[in-house]
């Protein structure tokens, strides 16, 4: 099975700041990875997909990159409504694999 | 409107059976994989199972294979997960998902339902 080691589990930033979110693969999953985010009672939603795509409708302070191994999901200017956890997802083998986790407060 | 609205969830006793449901409406449902994820309470997300457009291709994860069987009917725009053998570490929110492939392992997940709880505890 492919694990995938998310970092940090959490982390505390202030409106505007640059957060760096990363998730490491066990092996190689080419750039099939994609990043979600959830809020509280809410399901989670998509932000990225391959690795650097952006998903329709959510804003240009995300992004994303990365191949291989090593991903990294990036806000550019942390707003009030980006306060969430994140999540990477590898779709590249069976069974496909979360990352446990971050988890971004306000500061 | 793309939706995903799962049911059958509830509250069982360890070692018994349930069988989640989920009705697809908004897009045409026979053209993509489709999928289960589960999350704990407090806890991060889990892939449960998938299947293929034509359930050609199904899998699960290693804490459910031999209890769980997704099925899938594509007359009724609809999902199944049939869970046996319940167990106390089954407790959890079952997600229902929608693949942008046709076949799993592509283009991950894109719509999720808002979910249906299943608590296994005596």
């Known amino acids: 099975d492919i694990q995938m080691t998310q970092s940090p589990s959490s982390l505390s930033a202030s409106v505007g700041d640059r957060v760096t979110i990363t998730c490491r693969a066990s092996q190689g999953i080419r750039n099939d990875l994609g990043w979600y985010q959830q809020k509280p009672g809410k399901a989670p939603k998509r932000l990225m997909y391959?690795?650097?795509s952006l998903q329709s409708g959510v804003p240009s302070r995300f992004s994303g990159s990365g191949s291989g191994t090593e991903f990294t999901l990036t806000i550019s200017s942390l707003q009030p409504e980006d306060f969430a956890t994140y999540y990477c997802l590898q779709h590249n083998s069976y069974p496909l694999t979360f990352g446990g986790g971050t988890k971004v407060e306000i500061k | 409107e793309v939706q995903l609205v799962e049911s059958g969830g509830g509250l069982v006793q360890p070692g018994r059976s349930l069988r989640l449901s989920c009705a697809a409406s908004?897009?045409?449902?026979?053209?993509?994989?489709m999928h289960w994820v589960r999350q704990a309470p407090g806890k991060g997300l889990e892939w449960v199972s998938g299947i293929s457009w034509n359930s050609g291709s199904i899998g699960y994860a290693d804490s459910v294979k031999g209890r769980f069987t997704i099925s899938r009917d594509n007359a009724k725009n609809s999902l199944y997960l049939q869970m046996n053998s319940l167990r106390a570490e089954d407790t959890a929110l079952f997600y229902c998902v929608k693949d942008t492939s046709a076949y799993m392992r592509i283009g991950g997940f894109d719509i999720w339902g808002q979910g249906t709880m299943v608590t296994v505890s005596s």
């Open positions: 908004g897009f045409t449902f026979d053209d993509y994989a």
């Open positions: 391959a690795t650097s």
